[in-house]
């Protein structure tokens, strides 16, 4: 990340919801997922990243919309870099306020976003207000209002679909090895024992599951391991128990993947999430 670049990041009590302004110059991060639902607007520059096999270059005041699980880059094509305001939704929360919003809620449905990226100036305003009541912590009644003027604004963009959905049809080797990585993400797992597992050669498997999850298997393995250790910086855990427990060799190695993906440091997103001070 440029010495130019910073992330300012709050996590909001109430609703498990994470805010965040940042600004990137040159490469801003490497592949990567989120387990939250990402909606958010390109304040300043262009903010080019990859997300389902398409190239999207958002421009200010253009809000980007991003599900749980869907890979993204991130990059400044033009100097001066690009500045973005994003709010991070957790999917249990987003699913019970719009159950209470929807007439009617499928059963066994999760929301999803017809679109990756959109201008939608009225959306933009939305998410904008949301995330000044947050992160100025007004009182809970503004906070309230705030939510549900965005929800109600999101609401209408949305549809569902099932949760066992999965389009194209997956190779039931790639089934098999990513529900393998998840089952054991704390594990040093080697290609050989992940094939026996799917039961074809590791060649054959690396090229089904990049095809089917859009990145290789050692790729997905450390995307498991820093999903999760998000969730449990965010809980105030250490950076070295994280690491220790999800099975990365010590610190370092998890600060440097976290950096790649995120931007920042594992000590540094406990900080501004937890407020408890680096150890």
């Known amino acids: 990340m440029s010495n130019d670049s910073w992330i300012d990041l709050k996590l909001d009590a109430e609703t498990g919801i994470e805010i965040i302004r940042a600004h990137f110059e040159g490469h801003a991060y490497d592949p990567h997922w989120h ?37 993204h880059d991130g990059l400044a094509p033009s100097p001066g870099g690009f500045t973005y305001s994003t709010l991070y939704l957790q999917p249990h929360w987003l699913k019970s306020q ?3 919003l929807c007439d009617e809620v499928p059963e066994d449905c999760l929301p999803t976003f017809a679109e990756t990226l959109t201008s939608e100036p009225d959306l933009a305003l939305r998410i904008a207000n949301a995330l000044q009541a ?21 609401s209408s963009r949305m549809r569902w679909r099932r949760r066992l959905e999965t ?31 799917a039961g074809v050669d590791r060649f054959r ?51 440097r993947w976290f950096r790649r993906a995120y931007g920042l440091s594992p000590a540094a997103y406990r900080r501004q999430c937890s407020n408890l001070p680096d150890r």
């Open 167 to 197: 389009t194209p049809r997956l190779p039931a080797a790639a089934i098999k090895a990513r529900d393998y990585l998840h089952a054991h993400l704390d594990q040093d797992v080697g290609l050989d024992e992940l094939a026996v597992v």
């Open 35 to 71: 387990d939250s639902y990402l909606v958010g607007f390109t304040e300043q520059g262009v903010q080019q990243f990859n997300c389902r096999k398409t190239l999207h270059n958002s421009l200010p005041g253009q809000v980007f919309l991003l599900e749980p699980g869907e890979i």
């Open 98 to 100: 719009l159950q209470s």
């Open 205 to 255: 498997l690396s090229r089904a599951f990049k095809a089917s999850f859009g990145l290789a298997p050692h790729a997905y393995l450390v995307q498991l391991r820093l999903s999760l250790a998000r969730k449990l910086l965010r809980q105030g855990l250490a950076p070295a128990s994280v690491a220790s427990e999800l099975g990365f060799a010590d610190q370092s190695h998890l600060g």
């Open 134 to 154: 947050l992160y100025h912590g007004e009182m809970r009644i503004v906070r309230h209002a705030a939510l549900d003027a965005l929800l109600e604004t999101l």
